[in-house]
């Protein structure tokens, strides 16, 4: 059962890196747009998308990678875990 736990620790970590990394590209994407002056807030950056304010967009970048460093604590944690619920008992 332990072991299962593990193997889903690592699953969720892994979504969280996925899901962070895919965020974070998005949103650098958008702030180099709005820092090099090619888009300004209120602007339509893509066919349904209106540029946000620079502020918008870097707190959205922080938040992506917060996801991603979350994503990648969870990894480690759950694969000491398993390495330690794997170990010989009485070593």
Do not use: H
Not at 25 to 45: D, R
């Amino acid at each position: 059962m332990k072991g299962t736990l593990a193997y889903a620790g690592v699953a969720v970590g892994w979504l969280l890196v996925v899901s962070g990394a895919w965020a974070l590209a998005q949103n650098v994407y958008v702030l180099y747009m709005l820092l090099t002056g090619q888009v300004v807030p209120g602007e339509p950056y893509s066919i349904d998308d209106l540029a946000p304010t620079t502020a918008q967009a870097l707190t959205a970048t922080l938040i992506a990678c917060a996801i991603l460093a979350i994503g990648f604590v969870a990894i480690r944690m759950a694969e000491r875990y398993k390495n330690k619920t794997n170990e010989a008992p009485g070593a």
